[in-house]
């Protein structure tokens, strides 16, 4: 069996229904034609385990094989990796804290994924990942994903989540997305984070109703230390998507950033932060010196007004190094959002989602007036603006102004027929870097018999076939209503 290579992903939940062949397994691992005779036994649960776990790093398991006979079957093995699903009650957890604590010194990423986990499970359950004789572990990436810790918020988080945040000093990452959060649980988390000896550089709370939980920064001077070790300075991703915050809690978090230097990706979209968002102007303001650029910011349907947005626009334009990805969609800003985006465009950010802004005609012809350089943009999503053939000549201008651009999405701007001349005149002056262009959803969607050769002008040839989506709107009409 020399043949067959160190990695090997192993999908337990396919193969317990046995729905795959041993042929199957071994033709993806590289050993088709090692045994020739097929007896039912190889058909087995038990014999893929015996034969090839001992090769298995990435393991997907199911609530039904978190038993103790997995855990003798798979007993040489090295597992890298682990995905939990359905972990509900205390049978699946002691089967399953056997495996882990039997794979402590090797493993490197857990995830549960619906599960129903209460105080003793999860204390149990980050015990066993400690490494024998040791209070530490060696995880690296850990997550919680659309499940429920069975206990009300004001109870005490699990000793052993605490223990296990602040005793691994390889945590990078941290998952607690969808999981019914309350905020004095993320609180709790938080607090543990900044008296932890990890490094953590991923941070998603995203989905849970935790306003409020940052409320403890409200009075802290940005020069008082806290206490901060590493780990919040080396935090780079802090997704804070859907936690029902509003504009207390950007205040808050404008405190708590600053002990953040190094912070590079943020995620507030679906959050009412409405002028809590000047907080955040001011927090950029304070950090458009530094050296390490500030890469993604996504702040989607924040109820954020126009002059908000053209304050925020203005401020992330004098960042020493240019934002790489700014999210302001499904804020309706209306027009007068035109002019400072075409600025914006020419600072050299490299991808811009504006969908559904209320840009409209008049704000993509304010917008196109202000881009006179050449651009640094690879991928931008006007759809849902109702542009119409200035929508196209915005496209036209940025495919030729840009060597980068490679990805439009362009749906439902009620773009006539005559905007695919006004994109084929665009594309035949670029430097054919465009691969996606989504049309879908605009007039002259409904009449493709028709403008079939003018689709045919936008394949340049020499150039990069492009990628074209035109399904039609459907037959209800488009709400423009917010």
Not at 285 to 307: A, H, K, Q, V, W
Not at 388 to 406: H, N, R
Not at 424 to 430: E, F, H, I, R, V
Request: glycine letters at 6%; one cysteine or more.
């Amino acid at each position: 069996m020399a043949g067959v290579p160190r990695l090997v992903d192993l999908c337990m939940a396919a193969i317990a229904d046995e729905l795959l062949s041993l042929d199957v397994i071994l033709e993806h691992i590289g050993c088709k034609g090692h045994l020739i005779k097929l007896t039912p036994n190889y058909l087995k649960f038990s014999y893929h385990c015996q034969q090839f776990g001992v090769y298995a790093r990435q393991l997907r398991l199911p609530n039904a094989l978190c038993v103790a006979e997995t855990c003798d079957l798979l007993e040489n093995s090295k597992l890298g990796g682990l995905e939990l699903q359905w972990i509900k009650s205390n049978d699946h957890v002691e089967g399953l804290c056997k495996l882990l604590n039997q794979n402590s010194e090797t493993l490197k990423s857990v995830d549960f994924i619906h599960c129903k986990l209460s105080p003793t499970f999860v204390s149990a359950i980050c015990d066993s990942l400690h490494i024998k004789g040791l209070r530490a572990h060696g995880v690296e990436r850990f997550s919680i994903k659309r499940s429920s810790f069975l206990q009300t918020d004001s109870s005490p988080v699990p000793i052993g989540l605490t223990s296990f945040l602040t005793s691994g000093r390889s945590l990078h990452s941290l998952t607690l997305c969808d999981d019914q959060l309350g905020r004095n649980f993320a609180r709790v988390i938080f607090n543990s984070l900044l008296d932890s000896a990890a490094s953590i550089s991923t941070l998603d709370l995203s989905e849970n109703n935790i306003p409020g939980f940052l409320s403890h920064f409200r009075w802290r001077s940005s020069s008082f230390s806290l206490g901060i070790g590493k780990s919040l300075k080396s935090l780079r991703v802090l997704n804070l998507r859907c936690c029902n915050l509003g504009r207390e809690d950007a205040d808050c978090l404008k405190q708590a950033l600053v002990h953040m230097p190094n912070l590079q990706n943020l995620d507030l979209s679906d959050n009412l932060i409405e002028d809590g968002i000047r907080s955040l102007i001011s927090y950029f303001d304070e950090i458009s010196g530094r050296e390490l650029p500030f890469s993604d910011l996504m702040l989607e349907n924040c109820e954020l007004t126009c002059n908000q947005v053209i304050e925020l626009l203005r401020v992330l334009s004098t960042m020493k190094k240019p934002v790489n990805l700014l999210s302001i969609k499904g804020n309706r800003l209306g027009s007068g959002i035109g002019a400072p985006l075409g600025k914006f465009l020419c600072t050299g950010v490299r991808a811009v989602d504006v969908e559904d802004i209320g840009l409209g005609p008049s704000g993509f012809l304010e917008a196109l007036r202000e881009i006179s350089t050449e651009l640094k943009i690879a991928y931008i999503n006007i759809s849902h603006n109702q542009g119409g053939i200035e929508a196209a000549k915005f496209m036209s201008t940025l495919i030729s102004q840009s060597q980068k651009i490679v990805a439009i999405d362009a749906r439902y701007n009620l773009m006539p027929m005559e905007s695919l001349s006004v994109l084929s005149s665009g594309l035949k002056t670029s430097k054919g870097k465009l691969e996606h262009l989504d049309l879908a959803g605009n007039s002259f969607c409904d009449q493709l018999a028709d403008a079939a050769p003018l689709l045919a002008e936008l394949q340049i040839p020499g150039q990069h076939p492009l990628n074209l989506s035109l399904w039609a709107a459907p037959s209800a009409p488009y709400d423009d209503d917010p």
